[in-house]
Each structure stands twice: as C-alpha cells, then as structure tokens.
C-alpha cells in the first residue's frame, strides 16, 4: 500500500532508521501539524517524498531523506505559541535546526535544508537545489496532506518540482 510505502523501501530505512527510533522524533506524533495530519506524519511524509524526488533528479537524497525528516523537529502548537522574536515561520527552524544538532551529527548541507525550509515566508535564500526542493515539497505536503494517495501526488508533484528546482 501506497500509504506506508516509505515502510517498505528498505535504502530509505536505512538512511533514517537511527533518527526513527529517537524519542525526539517519536515524539513528534503528540502535535497536530495539520488539521489531518500529526507532526510525525508530515515529517515523514516531506522526507519520503523528497527522498524519491532527489533521488529522480539526481540529488543527494540521503541529507535530503535525513534533515526532511528533521526539519519541523520543534515541540510547541505553532498555532497557539506565539513569539516575540519573530514570526513562527522565522523561529522554528532555527529550533529545529537546534534540537535536530542534539541527536545526530548534521553536514552543510542538511543544515541549510532545515534552516531554509520555510523559503517564500521567509527571505533567506537555499543555498543547494536540494533546499529548495525541500521546501517545496513541505508547501505541497501542507496543501494536500492525506487528501490525495501518495502515488498520484508524487507524479504531479515531481513535474511541479522539477521545473522549478532545475532553473
Ligand atoms: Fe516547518
Ligand atoms: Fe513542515
């Protein structure tokens, strides 16, 4: 099934299965991302995904597996918190970039992509293609979370996002 097919390609499990077990990623499960979805399963969702996208487009697919998995890695209702700091869009992935540095080691690259995933909310440019495919695919996750079978998302999705990650 489709739904769980992330469960079943074994070179993604292998390339995120340490962070799967963390209690820190767990735990994600306990926050509502979108009105149908918990934060794990957006998680998940945005780093398969873009897994099997960079993985078409020739991208470096094991960081974009790893820090999609990573990138919304905060623990507060983004839609009750409020800061004084910055917008939600602004903050959160800088804590996510934070905790994500206390469970596993991160490269430039990985860094860049969960710092720079809310691109078009924000200004800081992605400075790797595999950025800003990232970031596009968590846009789209946000529209069309468990309302649309993967399957047929990916295809639509990676016409979308081929376009404009290979300007
Ligand atoms: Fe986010
Ligand atoms: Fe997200």
């Not at 529209?143 to 300007?167: C, N, Q, T």
């Amino acid at each position: 099934m489709k739904a769980n097919a992330w469960q079943q390609d074994q070179e993604y499990l292998s390339l995120v299965e340490d962070l799967l077990e963390q209690p820190a990623v767990q735990k994600l499960a306990n926050y509502t991302q979108h009105h149908h979805s918990d934060r794990l399963q957006h998680s998940i969702a945005v780093s398969f995904d873009s897994y099997e996208l960079a993985k078409k487009m020739k991208l470096d697919y094991k960081s974009v597996a790893r820090a999609g998995l990573l990138h919304d890695l905060f623990y507060y209702d983004w839609r009750t918190t409020k800061f004084n700091l910055g917008s939600h869009a602004f903050i959160h992935p800088r804590v996510a970039l934070r905790n994500a540095e206390k469970i596993t080691e991160l490269n430039a690259m990985e860094k860049d992509i969960i710092l720079k995933h809310m691109f078009g909310a924000t200004l800081a440019l992605p400075k790797y293609r595999e950025s800003l495919l990232v970031s596009l695919v968590d846009d789209y996750e946000a529209e069309h979370e468990f309302f649309a079978p993967l399957r047929k998302k990916a295809d639509g999705l990676y016409h979308k996002i081929k376009v404009r990650v290979s300007i």
